[in-house]
């Protein structure tokens, strides 16, 4: 019986089971038969099942994918932060995947991308309709995985996160609190999501998809308030004790200046558990 109930499961594969995808595994694992995917298994989390392989090396897939797979969740991230780094990651990477996938047709590819896809810098609104057109060359590799998932020929969904931050992704609290950053007014808009939330939105869309209802093919997924990095800085200062700021504190973000709309995620149903950064950073201090 418990075979057969294990057989039934949906069976969800995910590429790139690191921070993200481990997160997002985790957050599935109970309702799906989840694979992870990674050069270290033994790093996959316990409970999925570990496929230890390299996707820059299409031979280290052969005989290890599951079959009847109803979902991918493509989640890379560069094993170099230079050009051939990301066309790697967000474009062979995934080619060699879908090349091993042969003939499984997906019920939905979900492809993990960035708000650094948009090179706006003036403020402005932007959501997934509005032109991304990166200036960076890694942007631009982010872009071409994009469409090399919605070529696929499975049904396909680009989720662009915006910077993701929580318990495991404290750099930025840090900085403020050893004096290491220190922006001046008005600094540029910046643009977070918590990593439960990040995690919890791919759970929320796959549920989606696996019961059918439609879904579109790219989402931004930010929280609700976009904020310049100014005034995060001011009020974790007024939170916690921090250091005076350091010669050569760091000014600004690296990441423009736009204000990320996730109305569309929200006319999902999909509700944030931290909906602004007080709520999110609150919750690190606190715990911290």
């Known amino acids: 019986m418990a075979i057969t109930e294990r057989n039934s499961k949906p069976r969800i594969l995910i590429a790139g089971c690191g921070k993200l995808g481990g997160a997002i595994a985790v957050k599935l694992k109970e309702s799906a038969q989840v694979y992870g995917l990674r050069r270290n298994p033994a790093r996959v989390p316990e409970g999925v099942a570990a496929i230890g392989a390299d996707l820059t090396r299409p031979e280290t897939l052969a005989g290890k994918l ?19 780094g990301y066309r790697d990651a967000y474009v062979n990477g995934l080619s060699n995947l879908l090349a091993a996938l042969g003939n499984q047709q997906l019920k939905r590819l979900f492809f993990i991308s960035s708000t650094s896809v948009y090179a706006q810098n003036d403020d402005s609104l932007v959501d997934e309709t509005s032109p991304a057109h990166p200036s960076r060359t890694t942007g631009q590799q982010i872009l071409a995985g994009e469409q090399t998932a919605l070529d696929s020929g499975h049904p396909a969904t680009v989720v662009r996160f915006s910077g993701i931050y929580g318990p495991s992704r404290r750099r930025f609290l840090e900085e403020v609190i050893e004096g290491r950053m220190n922006p001046e007014a008005p600094a540029p808009y910046s643009n977070r999501i918590h990593e439960e939330d990040a995690a919890a939105a791919v759970a929320y869309l796959n549920a989606m998809a696996l019961s059918g209802k439609p879904l579109d093919t790219c989402y931004v997924a930010s929280d609700c308030e976009p904020v310049r990095l100014d005034e995060v800085v001011e009020w974790v200062r007024q939170q916690v004790p921090c250091a005076e700021p350091v010669a050569g504190a760091r000014k600004g973000g690296r990441a423009g200046s736009k204000r990320c709309n996730n109305q569309r995620l929200l006319d999902t149903g999909f509700t944030f558990r931290y909906p602004d950064f007080r709520a999110g950073y609150r919750a690190m201090i606190e715990n911290s």
């Open 66 to 84: 599951p079959e009847n797979l109803q979902t991918l969740v493509y989640c890379l991230t560069p094993s170099s932060y230079d050009e051939q």
